[in-house]
Every structure is written in C-alpha cells, then in structure tokens.
C-alpha cells in the first residue's frame, strides 16, 4: 500500500479557490488509481474525484462537476485537487484516498464512488469556506 498525505486545505471565502496536494510515499503510486473524498459534520462521507492510475479517465461527483479538477504527477508521487468557485457547502475534511480496484470502462472509471474499493487513506486536511 501506499501512505498518502494530504496539504493545501484551509479557510477561503466563498467564490475563492483552493488547491488540495496529496502525496504519496512508495514506488507503487503509479499502479493506483487516486481518489478524494469529503466528510462534513454530520453527513455521510461524499466522493468528490477520482483519477485513473494512467490519468486517462477522470470521475466526478455531481456536486463538483465543473469547478474541481483532479489531476496527477506520477513522477511526483502527488495527486491534485483544484477546487474553484468554492461554496459554504464544500466545507469538509477532505479525504485522499488509493485503489488498485478501479477499471475503465471505455470512457468510465468503474468503482470511483465506491469508498471500499479503496485500501490507502490519508489522514485529511480541511477545508473551510465563509459565506
């Protein structure tokens, strides 16, 4: 497995945008497909991206579809998450997370939503957007 750790969380007012790092340690980061996720108080964890171990195929919630891009560096070990026109509502501990379980599909990255496909976690930074 891979140990991921995740940076660039913080407090940005709405409309502002942020830039969430994670990077991992171990030779294996190019064989996984990267995931984020976020967890609010009180609500269930949410997919928010994910990424192909190849960065060919991309996967994205509907809540962020259009303002977040996820990318990836494998000669950097780092996954990315670019976070744009940010809302009160994407406040959350945000979540790196790798799999070895997700396939394309033709253009479909299979398995990306699905929180226990993933083996690797990071410990979560936060991201906080004021109104």
């Known amino acids: 497995q891979v140990q991921l750790v995740e940076s660039g969380g913080g407090l940005v007012q709405a409309g502002g945008s942020l830039r969430l790092s994670c990077a991992a340690s171990?030779?294996?980061?190019?064989?996984?497909?990267m995931g984020w996720f976020r967890q609010a108080p009180g609500k269930e964890r949410e997919f928010v991206a994910a990424?192909?171990?190849?960065?060919?195929?991309?996967s994205y919630g509907d809540s962020v579809k259009g303002r977040f891009t996820i990318s990836r560096d494998n000669a950097e070990n780092t996954v990315y998450l670019q976070m744009n026109s940010l809302t009160p509502e994407d406040t959350a501990v945000y979540y790196c997370?790798?799999?070895?379980?997700?396939?394309?599909?033709?253009?479909?990255?299979?398995?990306?939503?699905?929180?226990?496909?993933?083996?690797?976690w990071g410990q979560g930074t936060q991201v906080t957007v004021s109104s």
């Open positions: 990424i192909a171990w190849s960065g060919a195929g991309t």
């Open positions: 997370a790798g799999s070895t379980r997700l396939r394309m599909i033709g253009s479909t990255l299979m398995g990306a939503t699905i929180a226990s496909f993933y083996t690797s």
């Open positions: 171990g030779r294996a980061f190019s064989s996984y497909s």
